[in-house]
Nanobody
């Protein structure tokens, strides 16, 4: 069982940066695949990034490659999403997710646990 709590969202101007954090509790965090997804009203939740349990493998959606970085600190039970060069189209609620499968999945259904989300708003 893993519990997830996101933080770090807020309002930022286009071109700015934000770092999201996801604090996890539960003894399986260090072996879980961690992912970030985002969702805007009326649209499906979409994959943003995922990271392996060791941090050695990452996967990013094409829309954020070169701008976002995912990382994790297993000692602190925290996963991060560093977001640079933000665009208005990055505006969304960002969700942290955990999966025990070992694969860097992009599908929402591939993740077992979810946080409540944190709002990111990028103004033009």
């Amino acid at each position: 069982q893993v519990q997830l709590v996101e933080s770090g969202g807020g309002l930022v101007q286009a071109g700015g940066s934000l770092t999201l954090s996801c604090a996890a509790s539960g003894r399986t965090f260090s072996t879980a695949i961690m992912g970030w997804f985002r969702q805007t009203p009326g649209k499906e939740r979409e994959f943003v990034a995922a990271i392996s349990w060791s941090g050695g493998r990452t996967r990013l959606s094409d829309s954020v490659k070169g701008r976002f970085t995912i990382s994790r600190d297993n000692a602190e039970n925290t996963v991060y999403l560093q977001m640079n060069s933000l665009k208005p189209e990055d505006t969304a609620v960002y969700y942290c997710a955990a999966d025990s499968s070992g694969d860097l999945r992009v599908a929402v259904g591939g993740y077992d646990y979810w946080g409540q989300g944190t709002q990111v708003t990028v103004s033009s």
